[in-house]
């Protein structure tokens, strides 16, 4: 009979816990504590870091939708007065 595998699946909230504790006492022994693998806290660690930049290239692009939107609405009106 063939074993499988089951998945352990976390709360963000631990790993968010299991983030500053290795940031506080390091990853090796952050991850004996808690009993977790070294390579799941790297992987945590990595998305964390994706997700803070993707949120902050989202703003990037609002703040420069927010600053074109002006400009177009300009060239617009400049394009409705020369067909006039």
């Known amino acids: 009979m063939a074993k499988t595998k089951q998945h352990k699946t976390y709360l963000p909230e631990f790993k968010e816990e299991a983030l500053i504790l290795s940031q506080r006492v390091g990853v090796a022994k952050a991850t004996r504590e808690l009993g977790v693998y070294?390579?799941?806290?790297?992987?945590?660690?990595?998305?964390?870091?994706?997700?803070?930049?993707?949120?902050?290239?989202?703003?990037?692009?609002?703040?420069?939708?927010?600053r074109l939107k002006p400009l177009l609405a300009d060239q617009v009106e400049a394009l409705e007065i020369l067909k006039k």
């Open 38 to 66: 070294r390579l799941q806290v790297y992987y945590w660690r990595s998305s964390a870091q994706n997700k803070t930049t993707f949120s902050e290239r989202e703003s990037g692009l609002a703040a420069g939708n927010a």
